[in-house]
């Protein structure tokens, strides 16, 4: 078995404590979810945590980051081939329903940003999070609507999707679940100020 190059084994290092940081802050939520408990999990000492991460809110922003970066990649490949604007928002309601049964994402951004708030630590970084994401599906979203005719730039519109998949309350209560609040947000907006039929 080949040896791994060091920039290979800090690779592996950080996403098994990655991981092992999901596993943690779901059952532990971010506070409780202490470095060395992730450490240990992950199989590593603490100083492997911090020859890899700042510390623990560095971690989780990382995590945050590279888990909304996946959301938008998985979007373009699962949308980009969809040409009909009602079937693409059908598509889309469906994955944020599927997505929204899993809330301890959005739990954990506001646990973050409550931390950060309370210590004073809150910066560009956590300001800029998810500013990527909604762009990225906004982009696709614009396609949509007639050029320039959009309700809203790239940003809101991914906003408003990501903010129903993972911040709405309807993951816990009866009503309305989050695919038909996203399917109601998007089709009004189809309807108002899209095209009928197929988009480009």
């Keep these: 078995m080949a040896r791994l190059t060091r920039e290979q084994s800090q690779a592996r290092t950080k996403a098994k404590l990655l991981a092992s940081a999901r596993e943690v802050v779901a059952r532990e939520g971010y506070e409780g979810?202490?470095?060395e408990r992730i450490a240990e999990e992950a199989g590593f000492s603490k100083g492997a945590f911090y020859s890899n991460f700042n510390g623990k809110e560095d971690l989780f922003l990382?995590?945050?980051?590279?888990?909304?970066?996946?959301?938008?990649?998985?979007?373009e490949e699962l949308l980009g081939p969809i040409t009909d604007g009602r079937l693409l928002i059908?598509?889309?309601s469906n994955w944020s329903q599927e997505?929204?049964?899993d809330p301890s994402w959005g739990m954990l951004a506001l646990e973050l940003f409550r931390h950060a708030r309370r210590n004073a630590t809150f910066g560009e970084r956590h300001s800029?999070?998810?500013?990527?994401?909604?762009?990225?599906?906004?982009?696709?979203?614009?396609?949509?609507f007639p050029e320039g005719k959009a309700p809203a730039g790239p940003t809101a519109l991914g906003g408003i999707v990501f903010e129903?998949?993972?911040?709405?309350?309807?993951?816990?209560?009866?009503?309305?679940?989050?695919?038909?609040?996203?399917k109601v947000a998007l089709t009004s907006m189809y309807d108002a100020y899209g095209v009928k039929g197929n988009v480009s």
Aim: glycine fraction near 10%; hydrophobic fraction near 40%.
């Design 164 to 182: 129903l998949t993972y911040g709405a309350a309807s993951s816990f209560t009866k009503g309305p679940t989050v695919g038909e609040l996203v």
């Design 62 to 75: 990382y995590l945050l980051e590279t888990h909304a970066g996946e959301d938008v990649t998985e979007l």
């Design 90 to 92: 059908d598509t889309l």
């Design 33 to 35: 979810a202490t470095v």
């Design 128 to 144: 800029n999070l998810f500013r990527a994401q909604w762009e990225g599906l906004g982009k696709i979203l614009l396609r949509l």
């Design 99 to 101: 997505r929204s049964t």
